[in-house]
């Protein structure tokens, strides 16, 4: 979620339903907390990448995600200050490169390999410097 908070279902406990079905929900949500990011774990891809808005980011291993039922109460995946908001949550591994663009226009490269894998609830690194009135819009990874 942009709060920083999520869960790892396995597909097959996910109902399928028609097209005019309204769905069922899957995670429970706080008060302004809304899903940000959904990603297919590829099994080869043993890290899982987090990018802050503000261009904060970090990689923890997928090991630290447990499995989860639907409905359940969503667990922290990264501390976020308050101004904070996840922009992309992501399975990579380390032959992946990280494109970010900003509003303004720059794109930043970064190795997935020169990312030290941290704890599942540590703070993202602030490894963009000079973002001041800028923030990340998209990020590609290769």
């Known amino acids: 979620t942009n709060k920083g908070n999520g869960i790892r279902l396995n597909t097959d406990n996910i109902n399928v339903y028609k097209l005019s079905a309204s769905g069922d929900k899957s995670l429970i949500l706080t008060e302004g907390e809304n899903i940000s990011s959904i990603d297919t774990i590829i099994p080869d891809n043993k890290l899982l990448l987090f990018v802050t808005a503000s261009g904060k980011i ?18 922290g995946l ?8 996840i922009k992309l949550i992501k ?6 490169r990280i494109k970010l663009l900003t509003r ?3 794109v930043h490269e970064i ?5 030290k894998p941290v704890s ?9 410097k000079n973002m001041r009135g800028d923030e990340i819009v998209h990020v ?3």
């Open 58 to 75: 970090k990689v923890t291993e997928m090991k630290y995600f447990p499995k989860s039922k639907r409905r359940a109460e969503p667990m």
């Open 78 to 85: 990264i501390n976020l200050d308050n101004t904070e908001e």
């Open 91 to 96: 399975t990579v591994n380390t032959n992946n």
């Open 104 to 106: 303004k226009g720059v």
């Open 111 to 115: 190795e997935v390999s020169d990312l």
């Open 120 to 128: 599942r609830l540590a703070r993202a690194e602030k490894l963009l």
């Open 140 to 142: 590609l990874i290769q």
